[in-house]
């Protein structure tokens, strides 16, 4: 499916994007090739693909926390992110001497806010994922899911206009993993913000996203770009969405054959 974003500005751009790594013995093993992608102001966009594709590796150079070895790799930067590009892992990153209000607020700290406004925001932003009774607990005595609304909590307080997620919820169960979908989704499009997300869940990429770009190969590169049109809320159970599933998962298939 083809759709012209050409008039939404960019947040991400990625031209022309190669990464190798390097063993101790010397062994190099590309991990993506000649990458080109674009992602608009307010989009989802989801990479979705199997293991070993490429997929972490692209939101590792975007987060900045990696460098191309070719290439170029343009983010725009936003108010009141101090540069910094908040990012949610599958495994949650709170630190457990911490309460979830001093998790929250601990980025916000570390940009010179006064402890009143962080505590102010902090709560906010712990209402807002479901979390505001939760504000005196430790991480340990928290379910999953309640530790991944507190990591998204803490991503939010950077107030970046860009989120990259890593398999953010594919080590909960299947209910839990519906419920933090749904919550994402309601955070997007309250805040209007742009969000890049991985996944190898063909029902998490159709059901989140406006727009899925499949990586395959090895080295990866995006190789199939679908907009998904169907209104929200989804149903999964619909003609198309059953219909997207469908030829997602024959070329996902093709290429793990």
């Known amino acids: 499916m083809e759709k012209n974003s050409d ?5 991400v751009v990625l031209r022309d994007v190669s990464k190798i790594f ?12 000649a990458v080109n992608m674009t992602v608009a102001a307010g989009e989802f966009v989801a990479i979705l693909g199997p293991t070993g594709c490429g ?4 939101l590792n150079l975007v987060a900045g926390l990696d460098a191309p070895d070719s290439g170029s790799i343009m983010v725009r930067k936003t108010n009141g992110s101090n540069g910094v590009i ?4 599958q495994h949650y990153t709170l630190f457990p001497w911490r309460t979830v209000l001093a998790n929250v607020s601990f980025g916000m700290q570390m940009s010179g806010m006064s402890k009143r406004d962080c505590k102010k925001k902090a709560f906010s932003l712990l209402d807002q994922v479901g979390l505001g009774a939760s504000a005196n607990a430790y991480p340990h005595e928290l379910s999953g899911g309640m530790r991944q609304r507190a990591a998204i909590a803490q991503s939010l307080a950077l107030d970046s206009q860009l989120l990259v997620m890593d398999e953010p919820f594919g080590s909960l169960d ?21 969000i890049l997300f991985v996944t190898h869940n063909i029902d998490e990429a159709l059901m989140l996203a406006d727009r899925v770009i499949l990586f395959k190969g ?5 190789e199939e770009e679908f907009y998904i049109e169907i209104p929200r809320p ?5 003609t198309q969405f059953t219909a997207l599933h469908v030829e997602l998962r024959k070329l996902m298939s093709n290429e793990c054959a």
């Open 7 to 11: 008039m939404i500005e960019p947040v």
């Open 22 to 33: 390097r063993s101790e013995s010397g062994v190099e093993v590309k991990a993506i090739e």
């Open 55 to 58: 997929k972490t590796t692209v």
């Open 86 to 89: 908040p990012y949610v892992f």
């Open 174 to 194: 299947d209910h839990t993993r519906h419920e933090m979908g749904e919550l994402l989704s309601e955070i997007w499009s309250h805040l209007q913000m742009t």
């Open 218 to 222: 090895h080295p990866g590169k995006p």
């Open 234 to 238: 989804r149903d999964r159970l619909s």
